[in-house]
């Protein structure tokens, strides 16, 4: 089992930045695929970055290329998402997700591709 639990959101302006956490426990998750997610009030939740294993090749939604950047710290067994230039539309809950399995090649940009879930943490920008 592992258990992850995000950390670093907020209420912030548009135009800040937020640094967000996931700190996983139980296994070590050095070599698993790990994702962000959010869900706004009545929205669907999707995906913002993901961050394969051995940490060389990440995706992001283009929503936030540029603007987010992924992260991880093996020796901390801790997953990040940086967060520049905020804006009102990035206000959701945000969760880290894990995966163990990897195949080559495969994206895994959905949440049921994910076995493992943190509780969420609640970002709000305000304009």
């Known amino acids: 089992q592992v258990q992850l639990v995000e950390s670093g959101g907020g209420l912030v302006q548009a135009g800040d930045s937020l640094r967000l956490s996931c700190a996983a426990s139980?296994?070590?998750?050095?070599?698993?695929?790990m994702g962000w997610f959010r869900q706004a009030p009545g929205k669907e939740r999707e995906i913002v970055a993901v961050?394969?294993?051995?940490?060389?090749?990440?995706y992001y939604a283009d929503f936030v290329k540029g603007r987010f950047t992924i992260s991880r710290d093996n020796a901390k067994n801790t997953v990040y998402l940086q967060m520049n230039s905020l804006k009102p539309e990035d206000t959701a809950v945000y969760y880290c997700?894990?995966?163990?399995?990897?195949?080559?090649?495969?994206?895994?940009?959905?949440?049921?591709?994910?076995?493992?879930w943190g509780q969420g943490t609640q970002v709000t920008v305000s304009s």
């Open positions: 997700a894990a995966r163990q399995e990897y195949l080559p090649g495969r994206t895994y940009l959905w949440s049921a591709h994910y076995e493992y």
């Open positions: 961050i394969y294993r051995g940490g060389d090749r990440t």
């Open positions: 139980g296994r070590t998750v050095s070599r698993w695929t």
